[in-house]
């Protein structure tokens, strides 16, 4: 898997990404420690708001920022974002109010809005065999698990000797060292699109998404994604420390056991990916979830305390190794259903509407979860996630008879 960071243009930018990934993770515990100093035992009404802003600048700016920038070079615009990514972290430091945070925040996730769909739509071009770029995108889902493992412990081992403040500015050198190895790589030559009025280039991602059947099976996998990840995110804690009533340690170790299952999948992917279809891996993922979603359910309803948490510690592990089969594979079915002028809002598509299921899911999993309490909750997950299921196997059926993109 290794190999693939043999070629420099994409070593850099993987690098890129790793450290930007560390700078957000450390923003992301600095920034509850902030929502703290300035609402104090309402941090968390802070903290829930800012998460609000992250999804909707996620699901609605994507796409208006890629049709702005549509015809720019893809380096200029990663290297913009970087920017305005640091110098939100600068100063953020130095808000007194929780509204200033809000619009901070606001500015940063549309500028990551804005990095992430053009970062992933310029790595096919970079590694146009289909092999390696297999291989990076495994390695590209093992620094997103790595990161939520390694940054909670950088931070921790950083308070030690420093203010929480501080973090912000390790944030900052990240987002710069990120911005020099992007300006140091060597991007491919990729043609602009040709001029078209802002309208057409805004909806041009979801009309190109929509028009290909393999893309709206795609929609109904991100569906089911969102339904376990959202149990998994928002109840993880109320579990652990409500329900069962342990210790804080293990609310980490069962989101631990999660990512560990997507690291064991993400490592084996590429190999399996060489021999099985993608989407049968994905197909298989996704059909596992709403499964073990309901094992859950059976689990906290029918189990004692005991073999209740060992139960759970198995399920999330497995929930994780699914979702990485489902996740993992999916930017080759946006890369063979697009041509490089078409690539970048393809990908800012599939970044906003799969944030769309979360927008949906992420408040369903909480909100109903305090009101029905988690089994129920996780019975009507399952159901959304059987029905995202559904819509993927229709689509992906129909899908045979279509024609190859012209690119």
Aim: with cysteine; hydrophobic share 55%.
């Amino acid at each position: 898997m290794l190999a693939v960071l043999r070629n420099p243009t994409y070593a850099r930018l993987f690098s890129a990404q790793i450290i930007a990934l560390l700078g957000t993770g450390l923003l992301t515990v600095a920034l509850g420690l902030l929502a703290y100093d300035i609402a104090g035992s309402d941090a968390g009404i802070v903290m829930g708001t800012v998460m609000a802003i992250k999804m909707v600048a996620y699901v609605l700016v994507s796409p208006v920022t890629t049709a702005l920038v549509s015809r720019l070079p893809a380096r200029r615009v990663l290297i913009g974002a970087d920017l305005v990514r640091a110098g939100v972290a600068v100063s953020l430091p130095f808000v007194t109010e929780a509204w200033q945070t809000y619009i901070l925040i606001f500015l940063l996730q549309s500028a990551s809005a804005t990095f992430t769909p053009t970062f992933q739509a310029v790595i096919p071009s970079v590694l146009p065999d289909e092999r390696e770029y297999t291989r990076a995108l495994s390695l590209s889902r093992l620094a997103y698990d790595l990161e939520s493992l390694i940054s909670p412990l950088l931070a921790a081992a950083l308070l030690t000797v420093m203010a929480y403040n501080n973090l912000f500015f390790g944030t900052v050198i990240g987002f710069l060292v990120s911005a020099a190895l992007v300006a140091l790589a060597r991007f491919p030559a990729i043609q602009a699109p040709e001029p078209a009025p802002f309208l057409d280039r805004l909806t041009r991602g979801t009309r190109a998404y929509w028009a290909r059947l393999e893309l709206r099976g795609l929609l109904g996998v991100n569906l089911v994604v969102a339904t376990t990840t959202a149990m998994v995110i928002v109840n993880t804690v109320v579990l652990v420390q409500a329900d069962l009533g342990r210790p804080q340690q293990d609310v980490a170790l069962l989101l631990a056991a999660y990512g560990g299952g997507s690291m064991v999948v993400a490592l084996g992917l590429p190999r399996v990916l060489d021999a099985v279809p993608d989407r049968r891996v994905m197909l298989a993922g996704a059909a596992t979830l709403p499964v073990l979603l309901l094992a859950a359910v059976g689990a906290m309803t029918g189990l004692d305390a005991g073999a209740q948490w060992a139960g759970l510690l198995v399920l999330w592990a497995l929930m994780g190794a699914a979702t990485a089969a489902v996740l993992t594979p999916s930017a080759r079915l946006l890369r063979r259903n697009s041509t490089e002028q078409s690539r970048p809002s393809v990908f800012a598509a599939q970044f906003s509407l799969s944030h769309a299921c979360f927008l949906l899911t992420y408040p369903l999993a909480g909100l109903l979860g305090a009101r029905i309490g988690l089994p129920a909750v996780g019975l009507v997950l399952v159901g959304i996630g059987a029905a995202g299921l559904v819509l993927t196997v229709l689509a992906w059926r129909r899908a045979e008879g279509q024609p190859p993109v012209d690119r």
